[in-house]
């Protein structure tokens, strides 16, 4: 995470123009002194090991700096942000599970027969999608075509507004399914490769020697197993989610992280761009190590090491 | 089967595409008193704002995607083969080293990173002002991005080969023999790496192209007037109110294409 965040900062250092280039250009009345000073106040012109160390010194207590986009301080944007890709990241999660695993447990329950090979070529068309279009395609069947839904538009959904839940559910639909698709194929992949894998286990003999139907065996003792490796894969998708709705964000015009840190970086907003990426890299590690714990909690067998 | 169906689209895909400076019209002639007509005989899939001919730009942009897919995995394959091999003949601290920065890149949020690196300044990092802004250039940067933050899946796998070869008898006994490091490496390793190095940088284009794609698309990456799949969305995404059958054809040949490398990739891993 440190040496992370000393990679972020180098990089926003080469970053297109610096924050008082962008001021001269704005003012032509500051005088060649002014900006001397200005520099000075900035900390630029000073190596970067020092200003590195003063930003995390800020950053521990709390201080994330001001955005000069947005003329506010950096917390106030990133949070409502961060709640707002989390909402979206949560909705497409929740479809890709309702759809992947249905469709995994019906196509590894009998591998070869022809729902097996119908749904593996779905996942294959999923996986296949390029998301910007998916979510373009979407907006012209539901909202130019069909005119059902809204294309963009979300505000605020954490403050009281006119619209009501119904229709913030209607300003989250297309974008949950747009970044929902790709994570229902990989769970269909995943949760029938592993339906497969455990189905040579000899629990699965016993049980059926025992004389349970075999929609039985499959519900209570296949399914139960074959989920644990997919619950891992989920908890790294929650992370890639919430790094990976930058281009859905963008494309639907959602408030969330994503869509705030392109914005940062084409506008070099330095501080609100640092912020941004260092949070969701902190949420990519977060998720990484969350999937190793709940590993660890599910199967009994794998100590975590 | 898989891998014949897959191949007949890749040939379907590639052929007119390599062939377009001969088939088809001029990508880049410009007509404003013929804009954003619908597909007619002339215009076989209508033209964009510009009034250029929209299956010619396709075909001009999927010259452009297809070569940055395939250089770029070449490029990710060279780079993720020399630190696997390297990695797993050292062994040791220097393969653990290797292999924490493997997992480091896994770790990180791909798409921002891809941005910030796209978006830097090539003029602060000393590049010559002629060479950044010549048109060769965005393209260029592109490849060596994607391919950097590309190469993490084959040293993975390059290295877990390398380690089960160097237990192997035929690889011990050249050892036994003091045959010279560097020619053990090339004549007893490396042709046992290749065919998985060949299969996995052959998969790892799909998701190129998806990233290419989803670059250009922000405006980061291939930037007209040169089109790419990714950057024609782009425009496309401007008209879907008025046009929307503009965003249509790029999307689906960059998915037919990612949806065939796939295939052939699943494929070839069943042989």
């Known amino acids: 995470m440190a040496v992370m965040s000393v990679v972020v900062f180098m990089l926003m250092g080469a970053m297109p123009g610096d924050p008082i280039d962008l001021m001269i250009s704005g003012n032509p009345h500051l005088t060649p002194a002014d900006v001397v000073r200005l520099k000075e106040l900035y900390g630029i012109g000073r190596p970067w090991p020092i200003r590195w160390w003063d930003w995390v010194g800020q950053l521990v207590q709390g201080q994330l700096g001001y955005s000069r986009l947005f003329a506010r301080e950096v917390g106030w944007i990133v949070l409502p942000a961060l709640g707002h890709t989390a909402l979206l990241a949560a909705a497409a999660m929740l479809m890709a599970l309702g759809i992947g695993l249905p469709l995994g447990i019906i196509a590894g329950a009998k591998p070869g027969s022809l729902w097996d090979r119908a749904i593996a070529a779905l996942s294959y068309l999923m996986l296949s999608l390029p998301t910007f279009w998916l979510g373009l395609m979407l907006i012209a069947l539901f909202s130019v075509w069909l005119d059902w839904l809204p294309a963009s538009g979300s505000t605020d959904l954490l403050s009281p507004h006119e619209g009501g839940l119904a229709d913030r559910l209607r300003h989250l639909l297309l974008p949950a399914a747009t970044l929902g698709v790709g994570g229902a194929g990989q769970y269909i992949r995943h949760m029938r490769a592993a339906m497969i894998a455990q189905s040579q286990e000899p629990y699965l003999r016993t049980a059926r020697a025992k004389g349970c139907s075999p929609w039985r065996v499959i519900v209570t003792h296949l399914v139960r197993n074959a989920l644990l490796p997919v619950v891992t894969i989920a908890a790294l998708e929650a992370g890639a989610l919430m790094s990976g709705a930058l281009v859905t964000e963008t494309v639907f015009a959602w408030p969330g992280l994503g869509r705030l840190s392109y914005e940062a970086i084409m506008g070099n907003d330095y501080n609100l761009a640092l912020s941004a990426l260092l949070l969701a890299t902190l949420l990519t590690v977060l998720a990484s190590a969350l999937a190793d714990l709940a590993y660890g909690l599910l199967d009994p067998r794998i100590k975590s090491s | ?271």
């Open chain 2, 1 to 271: 089967m898989k891998v014949k169906i897959a191949l007949a689209l890749l040939v379907l895909i590639a052929l007119p595409v390599l062939l377009s400076p001969w088939l088809a019209q001029d990508p880049s002639a410009i007509d404003l008193a013929g804009r954003l007509i619908a597909p007619s005989a002339a215009h076989w899939l209508g033209s964009d704002e510009l009034g250029r001919d929209e299956l010619a730009r396709l075909l001009a942009g999927g010259r452009v995607s297809l070569a940055v897919a395939v250089i770029t995995s070449a490029l990710a394959a060279v780079l993720g083969g020399l630190i696997g091999l390297a990695s797993g003949w050292w062994g040791g601290w220097k393969d653990a080293a290797l292999m924490r920065l493997t997992d480091g890149i896994i770790a990180l949020p791909l798409l921002p990173l891809l941005i910030v690196l796209a978006a830097l300044d090539p003029l602060r990092l000393g590049v010559p002002v002629q060479l950044a802004t010549s048109e060769g250039f965005a393209i260029a940067r592109l490849i060596v991005i994607i391919a950097l933050v590309g190469w993490t899946t084959i040293a993975r796998l390059v290295r877990a080969q390398t380690l089960s070869l160097k237990a192997r008898d035929h690889v011990r006994a050249a050892i036994a023999l003091g045959v010279s490091p560097v020619r053990l490496v090339i004549r007893h390793i490396l042709p046992y790496v290749t065919s998985p190095l060949l299969v996995a940088a052959t998969t790892s284009m799909g998701g190129i192209i998806l990233t290419e794609s989803a670059l250009s698309f922000l405006g980061l990456g291939v930037r007209p007037p040169v089109a790419s799949w990714g950057n024609m969305l782009s425009g496309a995404m401007d008209l879907v109110w008025s046009a929307p059958l503009l965003a249509l054809w790029p999307g689906i040949a960059i998915f037919l294409t990612v949806f065939a490398i796939s295939l052939l990739g699943d494929g070839l891993n069943e042989i």
